[in-house]
């Protein structure tokens, strides 16, 4: 027989060696029978499933599986016996604690002297967490993957929905009686939809944070018919608000994104139906530093154990399928509502529902002091030349119209053909950000170049993170966003042409 040095200079013997290595794998090694009775459990073995080899040795190799299993594991064993040695990339076990866990196997016939397959032998791992790590990083890019598509259908809609917005407002004043009513129902009905790119910006992580004061009665009256349609018909949607303003500085989108959240949640947790109800009142049980504003969105469904409430907010933590849910709802309520100042708390009991209680702190009333953003006041021009370049040719032709009748002089120019574009007489160039060939920064570089004091004023139907980060504008720079009124456009043009606006 072999032998090595044992520690303190005592001989091993070879088998004594293989055994201590077995004995001290991070990995299972499980022996049994060809009957599919356990023989031998090392240190490995008992960490992952939490059995002693006293426990286990003896006992089936069933209670390791889970329920329905067995005709698997005889299978398995048939091969076994045959000579075949078995591995599976992946496959389920089960903890002490009845936990299912996932792991990968190989398993091999262990032979007597003479030749004949006596026993199985298994080496298991523990992939469970490195399975969640491939799949938490899957999503991730399926989920970017959606950001990405999102941010060019809001940005592809964004421009039509300024010819849209615009050219409604232009026929207003042209027209009355029923086709003034059908005309406002248009232009309502793109304000909704300006809104809703909001919303996908927002789900691509490109919407600009931009906060204002939002009265929180109005979120959730505003958005009680989109609920109605998501919930379903077997859901009784109640929306009770309080009296007067409930006013809170927030970004409108995110806010009607935690409604949602939450309210989708609620529906999920119903499968036979009940009763969700979202509640806007004013709270100072928050302690003495303030008046707060508390949404309360509660439900009727199955509750929640303690071990689910306490992981809650855990991103890609879920309890739905992965084809139902990403695990990133919640987490991404957490987040907004730590980002606008506020607090949230959950209380859930099995068989009874779930509420969520947001807290926000109140701020002066809508409109009023508190409320940094009001409208732009359009600008009229006294004859001033505006470079206008952009692609899209419906857009570019909108601004010209704009322009033109507010008093200033527009040209237009492809990006091409710039170089022949004489610059004497232009003040502002008016120019998109992503352009076909060339970046709007570098189209005013270039003109730049040759008149110094040109004023640039950059629009996009992208988002303001997200162009600022790609194409290295800084943060000061004004971006006019699409779609936008010509009243914004005006106010924007004005702002740019005076001394202090130049960029």
């Known amino acids: 027989?072999?032998?090595s040095k044992r520690a303190f200079g005592v001989?091993?013997?070879?088998?004594e060696m293989l055994a201590a290595i077995v004995e001290q794998s991070s990995d299972a090694v499980i022996a049994s029978t060809l009957g599919g009775i356990v023989t031998a459990w090392n240190g490995g073995a008992e960490r992952i499933y939490g059995y002693t080899a006293d426990e286990v040795i003896g006992r089936p190799l069933t209670a390791l599986l889970p329920d329905g299993a067995g005709e698997v594991l005889d299978a398995a064993l048939g091969k076994i016996a045959a000579?075949?040695?078995?591995?599976?990339?992946?496959?389920?076990?089960?903890?002490?604690d009845g936990t299912p866990f996932i792991v990968s196997v190989i398993v091999s016939p262990i032979r007597d002297e003479t030749g004949i397959v006596v026993a199985a032998a298994a080496?298991?791992?523990?992939?469970?967490?490195?399975k969640l790590t491939q799949e938490r990083s899957a999503r991730a890019a399926r989920l970017e993957s959606l950001g990405q598509l999102a941010g060019g259908v809001a940005h592809d809609f964004n421009n039509l929905l300024a010819i849209i917005m615009n050219y409604a407002d232009f026929l207003a004043d042209e027209v009355t009686g029923e086709a003034a009513d059908d005309l406002a129902r248009i232009r309502d009905a793109a304000d909704r939809a300006r809104s809703l790119t909001s919303q996908l910006l927002l789900f691509a992580k490109r919407e600009p944070t931009q906060v204002e004061v939002v009265d929180l009665n109005e979120v959730v009256t505003g958005a009680e018919e989109l609920l109605s349609r998501t919930i379903g018909e077997n859901i009784r949607l109640v929306c009770r608000t309080g009296g007067g303003e409930v006013p809170v500085r927030a970004n409108r989108g995110r806010l009607d994104q935690i409604l949602l959240n939450l309210v989708i949640n609620a529906r999920d947790a119903m499968p036979d139906g009940g009763t969700v109800v979202a509640e806007v009142e004013i709270s100072d049980l928050l302690g003495n530093d303030g008046r707060w504003a508390r949404l309360t969105v509660s439900d009727t469904g199955t509750g929640m154990t303690s071990e689910v409430r306490d992981r809650l907010f855990e991103p890609f933590f879920t309890t739905k399928p992965a084809e139902q849910g990403t695990g990133l709802g919640l987490a991404t309520v957490?987040?907004?509502v730590g980002d606008a100042g506020g607090?949230?708390?959950v209380e859930s009991t099995l068989g009874i529902g779930t509420t969520f209680r947001i807290e926000l702190p109140l701020a002066a009333a809508v409109g009023g002091s508190g409320d940094t953003s009001p409208a732009p006041e359009p600008g009229a021009g006294h004859g001033e030349?505006?470079?206008v370049v952009e692609d899209e040719e419906f857009v570019r032709d909108l601004v010209v119209r704009v322009l033109t009748n507010s008093g200033y002089r527009a040209i237009v120019a492809n990006e091409d053909a710039l170089a022949q574009v004489p610059l004497g007489d232009v003040s502002l160039l008016l120019t998109d950000v992503v352009l076909r060939e060339k970046s709007g920064p570098v189209v005013a570089a270039e003109l730049r170049a040759r008149r110094p004091s040109l004023a640039v004023l950059y629009m996009s139907g992208y988002s303001d993170s997200q162009i600022r980060a790609q194409h290295g504008i800084p943060p000061d720079t004004v971006i006019l966003h699409k779609p936008f009124t010509a009243a914004e456009l005006l106010?924007?043009?004005g702002e740019a042409l005076a001394p202090a606006g130049r960029h």
């Open 1 to 3: 027989m072999k032998s």
């Open 11 to 15: 001989p091993w013997s070879e088998r």
């Open 83 to 96: 000579g075949e040695q078995i591995i599976m990339e992946e496959t389920q076990r089960v903890r002490r």
């Open 123 to 130: 080496t298991e791992r523990d992939i469970t967490e490195a």
């Open 334 to 336: 957490y987040g907004i």
């Open 343 to 345: 607090h949230i708390s």
């Open 385 to 387: 030349l505006v470079l």
């Open 491 to 493: 106010h924007h043009v």
